[in-house]
């Protein structure tokens, strides 16, 4: 299954579930902008890339920017919709690999949330780097999040448990191929008192941190910063003087 169908027919109808209460996850969004001070100084605009729910499309609104959200599925689309109203907050339906679609000034990038790895292959990562360098404006930046899954689980650590309450059940396993890992998302949701489970899977590349910050170099950028928050490494990179 590709990945937005993995989305469209599976995991979107409970992503805003599985990734917490909103509100403290985005104040967590905003606090690392704000540490990295990520901040509008041009033209204010901001591409927010596999923009989900809206967890760092609020964020960067209320930092000040005017935020274009890409996303492939109109359900999360929607969600983050209803999140924004009233903010300077613009919705694309697209796919990030497909620059095309979203092209345009911006001097703030984003791809965060582990999208940098749905994408088909490194070689189409290091294409889009370099075509994000292009959208952006003189110092702008490109910030992005990913797992770096280079690093094999194996035996029982392949099953990660992800949420649980009283009526449903994520669970996460692995499967490991050179260049990528198969997802499979595993949901047992109670219906009408029985148990239904829900089985999807999709694949992630396993880009490693060294690999994708030469990517950024090669195309220009200076890789500012590097930090780990729980297993995801974070990079803020800007666009160098030309």
């Avoid at 027919?9 to 403290?24: D, K, V």
């Avoid at 967590?28 to 041009?42: D, G, L, N, T």
């Avoid at 703030?108 to 360098?133: A, K, N």
Wanted: charged share 20%; aromatic share 10%.
């Amino acid at each position: 299954m590709s990945v937005k169908s993995h989305y469209d027919n599976h995991l979107a109808a409970f992503y805003a579930w599985m990734t917490g209460n909103f509100e403290t996850k985005q104040k967590e969004q905003e606090a690392y902008f704000v540490s990295k001070h990520i901040a509008p100084f041009a033209n204010q605009a901001a591409i927010d890339l596999g923009a989900g729910h809206g967890l760092q499309t609020v964020s960067l609104a209320n930092l000040g920017y005017t935020v274009y959200a890409v996303d492939f599925n109109q359900h999360l689309l929607s969600e983050l919709n209803a999140r924004t109203k009233g903010r300077p907050v613009r919705t694309v339906l697209g796919n990030i690999a497909n620059s095309s679609q979203y092209s345009m000034e911006a001097e703030l990038i984003v791809c965060m949330g582990d999208t940098l790895t749905h994408l088909d292959s490194p070689e189409q990562v290091s294409v889009l780097i370099r075509e994000w360098y292009n959208m952006l404006l003189h110092k702008g930046k490109l910030v992005l999040s990913f797992r770096d899954l280079t690093q094999a689980l194996e035996n029982e650590e392949r099953f990660i448990p992800v949420k649980a309450d009283d009526d449903r059940i994520h669970t996460c396993f692995l499967e490991y191929f050179p260049g990528f890992v198969r997802v499979f998302d595993m949901l047992l949701e109670k219906q009408s008192g029985q148990w239904i489970q829900k089985v999807s899977s999709y694949q992630k590349l396993r880009l490693g941190v060294e690999q994708v910050k030469m990517m950024l170099t090669a195309a220009g950028f200076f890789v500012h910063d590097h930090e780990v928050i729980s297993r995801m490494h974070y990079l803020v990179a800007i666009k160098r003087n030309e």
